[in-house]
Nanobody
């Protein structure tokens, strides 16, 4: 399985960040996986943002980060074997490397677990 992130590398504050993950080597509707978005702001730990399951159910679990949860939407297009991330009302604090991941559990940010894309740097300008 291979995953590849795509989208703009630069977004202005208050705009919506939209990223796409294109998956090859396996259908996103097959199996029991969580198609996940994780990000890593500069100098900080990996943050689990949310996931869409193979069934199509969505999961947003960062209860300790309600401001993030309320701005995040994850969706999918099974005909293109893609899943997407939308992050609304971005600020410079949303500057990070964004990863799409095929995970087997919710909440995991272990890079040795699952299949990871290479990541895409997104910078939010003020």
């Amino acid at each position: 399985v291979q995953l590849r992130e795509s989208g703009p590398g630069l977004v202005k504050s208050s705009e919506t960040l939209s990223l796409t993950c294109t998956v090859s080597g396996g259908a996103i509707s097959a199996g029991s996986y969580f198609w996940t978005w994780i990000r890593q702001p500069p100098g900080q730990e990996l943050e689990w943002m949310g996931a869409i399951g193979s069934s199509g159910a969505t999961y947003y679990m960062p209860y300790h980060l309600p401001a993030l949860k309320s701005r995040t939407s994850i969706d999918r297009d099974t005909s293109k074997n893609q899943f997407t991330l939308q992050l609304r009302s971005v600020t410079p604090e949303d500057t990070a490397v964004y990863y799409c991941v095929r995970g087997s559990s919710l909440g995991s940010t272990t890079k040795t677990s699952g299949f990871w894309g290479r990541g895409i740097q997104v910078t939010v300008s003020s």
